[in-house]
């Protein structure tokens, strides 16, 4: 997909985003989907989530009943929808919420609901951005390279790399690295 928001271009060159591999089965053989019929599927689903030419306009599902606001949006989820000019500009709607959020400054009258996709970040990222461990992990790399470069290794220096790696997996499985990740669109 190409970027075409200006402030993401390095020395005036653009960058092309690619897409992931789309497979379908045929004869129980697994065949990969030619990015032309992908991007025409996309092209061909490319609609706004509340049309303002439809005859139910944003104000009407804003304040229709729920079981109405449900079965509309019911058709939207789990489909990717982008918008450009954010970051990211797509995303998995997981949910779609109708509170009465403002946006933009030209008019604060004007109001949105908010898509929301919930999702779990990698675990590496979890727990690498903690300085605790990344203190642990470099001390583990360090008695590493020493015992690896060593011409004779003793037991006691296989008892503290296996303590480290002990230490390292318990950090890796504490719970309080939050995994869940909930990003919101306005």
Not at 66 to 90: A, D, H, M
Not at 146 to 171: A, C, F, G, Y
Request: charged fraction near 30%; charge should be positive; hydrophobic fraction near 30%.
């Amino acid at each position: 997909m190409y970027d075409w928001v200006s402030k993401n271009q390095i020395n005036g060159d653009a960058f092309f985003y690619f897409m992931p591999r789309f497979e379908y089965e045929v004869n129980k053989k697994i065949e990969v989907l030619g990015m032309d019929h992908v991007m025409e599927y996309f092209l061909s689903r490319n609609v706004p989530l509340i049309d303002y030419n439809d005859d139910k306009p944003l104000e009407y599902f804003l304040n229709c009943p729920e079981k109405e606001w449900e079965r509309y949006i019911s058709k939207f989820r789990g489909q990717l929808v982008t918008n450009p000019g954010k970051k990211p500009s797509t995303i998995r709607l997981d949910q779609l919420d109708r509170e009465q959020t403002f946006s933009g400054k030209d008019n604060p009258e004007t109001r949105y609901p908010t898509i929301v996709h919930f999702g779990v970040r990698p675990a590496n990222l979890s727990y690498a951005g903690d300085p605790v461990y990344q203190k642990v992990f470099r001390t583990y790399q360090k008695l590493r390279h020493l015992i690896t470069n060593k011409p004779r290794i003793t037991p006691e220096h296989w008892q503290k790399i296996s303590d480290l790696e002990v230490l390292l997996q318990k950090m890796r499985r504490m719970g309080d690295m939050q995994r869940e990740i909930c990003a919101e669109i306005r």
